[in-house]
């Protein structure tokens, strides 16, 4: 059963905007307030890719002074940056995949569940 809740979320200028969200909806909003965010390292626009390599196509980039919430792992491409060479891909949202290369976690492994 998908029950619905009005909620005020912003638009793209920041104004709160009042709609309808199904409970799964909901339930991802409480997750990402209560996960934990990283910080991408100093002087990097990190491009966000579609997939865990750099063959795919690039969804958006992060500003300077970017943090990430990572939702999931996986395996992909390895990649060098400046906090070592690995092979571990940070899912920040649905399709949504940045080297864990550029991510300050304080870890070589995963630190989130894998993904799907």
Same mark, same amino acid.
């Given at each position: 059963m998908d029950t619905t809740n009005t909620t005020e979320t912003p638009d793209a200028n920041g104004i709160?905007? =009042?709609?309808?969200?199904? =409970?799964?909806?909901?339930?991802?909003?409480?997750?990402?307030?209560?996960?934990?965010r990283y910080p991408v390292a100093p002087g990097y626009r990190l491009n966000v890719r579609s997939g865990p390599s750099t063959q795919y196509p690039i969804v958006r980039s992060l500003p300077l002074g970017a943090t990430v919430a990572i939702f999931c792992q996986k395996y992909g491409e390895s990649v060098t940056g400046p906090y %070592?060479?690995?092979?571990?891909?940070? %899912?920040? %949202?649905?399709? =949504?995949?940045?080297?864990?290369?550029?991510?300050?976690?304080?870890?070589? %492994?995963?630190?989130?569940?894998?993904?799907?």
């Open positions: 709160a905007v =009042e709609g309808q969200a199904t =409970e799964g909806q909901t339930a991802v909003a409480v997750a990402a307030a209560n996960t934990t %070592g060479t690995t092979r571990v891909w940070d %899912g920040i %949202g649905p399709g =949504e995949y940045v080297s864990d290369s550029y991510v300050r976690t304080g870890s070589d %492994g995963f630190v989130a569940p894998r993904c799907a």
